[in-house]
């Protein structure tokens, strides 16, 4: 499987951010096969249609939508590129956290790193052109910087990233206040760390070295749901994305994410959605 690789030469610059909305770069990035990508998208579509698969999710494109789609998300692209209207900022996250002096930057944005709610965001014409021309102005500072660019790009891309994140609390009904202990937060990137090898909650409160109910507590004023909530559905979209693309057995997903028997993975995967490993992997290949 391809996974792109954030190229710094296109940048010019010497930033781990780009925005990019040429001719090319759709054929480039938005390939049909499945693939990855080390860096953050934002896809602003002023215009499109089809649909992309981001990790188990079929996602319709259409008009006046974001999408947000974090490292390492398979991936696929059902679309003719001819007929798409778009720009995409991406980023490394390292540039990010650096850039805010904050590590868990990223993990505050509600729409990355997402696996309860949608990774689009439909918003009117009105909005979507008001990012485009941020990004587009965001794109002049990296093509021809000055003293100041950086400053510039800190303050829009900061108002852009927490413009977009009111919008999508505020159409999926989340809360999107700051909880201040970081307890939330950093428990969502330990998870995408460990989550292969780690999947009992007190093993993340001893990373983070606090009580089981402490984090717990802070997970559910952030997040509305329960730690363990957070982990299963984690822990379930690992175990889809390994029955569609890695071509491995129930036996061999079972044992790599530590389970002692392939039977105790299928009954969690049971429970959870309703169907049995062979009945998900036919519902996704006949497209529902």
Known sequence: MKTIHFNKTECGVDFLLNV??????????????????????IIVL???NGFVFIDNRKIQITDDSILFISPFQLKKWEVNVNEL??????????????FFADKLFTYKLLYFYQYDHPTKLDLDSGKIQGIINNLKEIKSELISPNLDSAHIIRSLIYYVLHRLNRDYAINNNLPFQIDTTNHAYAFKKLLE???????????????????????????KKQFHQTATELLKNRLLT????????????????????GYSEPNHLMRFFKKQTGLTASEFQSTYQNGR
């Open 20 to 41: 990019l909305n040429e001719a090319w770069v759709a054929e480039a990035y938005m390939l049909p096969d499945t693939h990855n990508s080390d860096y953050f998208e």
């Open 46 to 48: 002023n215009k499109g």
């Open 85 to 98: 209207d778009f720009t995409i900022l991406i980023f490394k996250e390292e540039f990010l956290n650096d």
């Open 193 to 219: 760390q460990h989550i292969r090898e780690k999947q009992r909650i007190e093993d993340y409160s001893e990373l983070l070295g606090i009580s089981r109910i402490t984090l717990n507590s802070a997970v």
């Open 238 to 257: 690992e175990i889809k994305n390994d029955l569609l693309y890695s071509g491995k057995t129930i036996s061999e997903i079972a044992f790599g994410l």
